[in-house]
Structure formats: C-alpha cells, structure tokens
C-alpha cells in the first residue's frame, strides 16, 4: 500500500505548456513537500505546507504554484514550462511541524521539456 | 551555496566489509542531521538521524557518528550487502525548520 503516491510518473511535453503534477500522503501527515532534483542531482525544496498552509516557499519562479486541496493532497501546478524545468520533482510528507519529523518521499516525477 | 557536501560521487566496497560514505556541512545552525538511501526510479528512503546533542547513533548495520567541531559526518554500513548499492544522501536541518538542506549523494555499490 503506497504511503506517498505521485502521478504521473513521466512527463513529457513542450515548451510553452501548462502541466500538473499531483500528489497524495495516506499517513495521515501534516505536512507535505515538493523537491526538484536537477540535472546535477541537487535536491532542492521548493514548497512546502502544513495543514493545507504553505509555510515553505523557496525561491521559484512564480510559473510553479502549488496547490492543496485537503491535508492528504498537494498538487503542483507548472504554467509556461521551460527547458530549464526538466527534472525529477519528488513529494513528500511528514507528521507535522517538528525537527525530528523524517519526511516520507514519494517515487519522482521525471518532467522532460522538449 | 552549497552548504552540504558530499565529495564522493562514488564508492565501491567489497561484500562483507565495511562501507564507510562521508558528508561535511558549513552552516553552524544545523542540528539535525539524516541520511536517505535512494534506488533507481524511487524516492528517497529515510536510514538513520542523530542530533547534534549525540556524537554517535546505532540501528542495526548503519551508524552514524557527528563531529561538530569539524562539521562531519559519516555513516558506516557493516557488514556491508547488495542490496546496500544505492545512493546515500546526507541531509541537515536547523531546529523549528521543516526544511532539509541535500547533499548531491553518494553512488555505493557492493561488489559480490
């Protein structure tokens, strides 16, 4: 039973196009995640909220916004795609806002931009 | 600025003997501090955590052992197995802070 599901699992689509990517926790956490992994292999947070809050938004281009329906679901929504953002974007979660909470990954999103 | 390293891309090491992967940090705020194995077309899986107040934590084949002064870390594998070949990331947080800060990882892979 997958605890961090994210769909779709390959993406691939042009420049100039408007995507989604979704993702759903069914741990009952708190606070869920989106990552990119780039080229390089940096993994870097790009948002994060808790209790359908966003408490976390580093610094990404206003073309990314995330979207949270309820606790268990955190979508990310990426409009006027560029090369640039081709990636492997991961989602996750944890129990809540406390330092020693592990975050619980979901299997990627690789996104190809052609 | 990267403010978690890992300097080893890669790392082979025989079956059976010990696999010992590094990672160094900059910021001083950090006191928390992970590792994370990752198989290919998968996400990351939490290993071990230690706190800053610790110099050393244990679980099973993984220990993990912090050297503040030097802002170091290590997790030793022993004995190592197969199924160990991934790649390990070290990840660091600052208290009260959800946010993980990423080494780029660590390419292990045992060798029969």
């Known amino acids: 039973d997958t605890a961090v599901s994210q769909t779709p699992k390959y993406l691939v689509t042009q420049m100039g196009n408007d995507k989604s990517i979704k993702c759903e926790q069914n741990?009952?956490?708190?606070?869920m995640y989106w990552y990119k992994q780039d080229s390089k292999k940096f993994l870097k947070i790009m948002f994060s909220?808790?209790?359908?809050?966003?408490?976390i938004n580093e610094t990404v281009p206003n073309r990314f916004s995330p979207k949270s329906p309820d606790k268990a679901h955190l979508n990310l929504h990426i409009n006027s795609l560029e090369l640039g953002d081709s990636a492997v974007y991961f989602c996750?979660?944890?129990?809540?806002?406390?330092?020693?909470?592990?975050?619980?990954f979901g299997p990627g999103t690789r996104l190809t931009v052609l | 600025d990267q403010q978690v390293k890992q300097n080893s891309p890669s790392l082979s090491v025989q079956e059976g003997r010990i696999s010992i992967l590094n990672c160094d940090y900059t910021?001083?705020?950090?006191?928390?501090f992970l590792w994370y194995k990752k198989y290919p077309a998968e996400g990351p899986t939490f290993l071990i955590s230690?706190?800053?107040?610790?110099d050393k934590n244990e679980d099973g084949r993984f220990t993990v052992f912090l050297n503040k002064s030097a802002k170091h870390l290590s997790l030793h594998i022993v004995p190592s197995q197969p199924g160990d070949s991934a790649v390990y990331f070290c990840?660091?947080?600052?208290?009260?802070?959800?946010?993980?800060?990423f080494g780029t990882g660590t390419r292990l892979t045992i060798i029969p």
């Open positions: 996750a979660s944890s129990l809540g806002l406390a330092a020693y909470n592990e975050q619980f």
């Open positions: 741990l009952g956490h708190d606070t």
């Open positions: 909220y808790n209790n359908k809050e966003l408490i």
């Open positions: 910021n001083s705020m950090f006191d928390y």
């Open positions: 230690i706190s800053s107040i610790k």
């Open positions: 990840a660091a947080r600052v208290f009260g802070n959800e946010k993980l800060t």
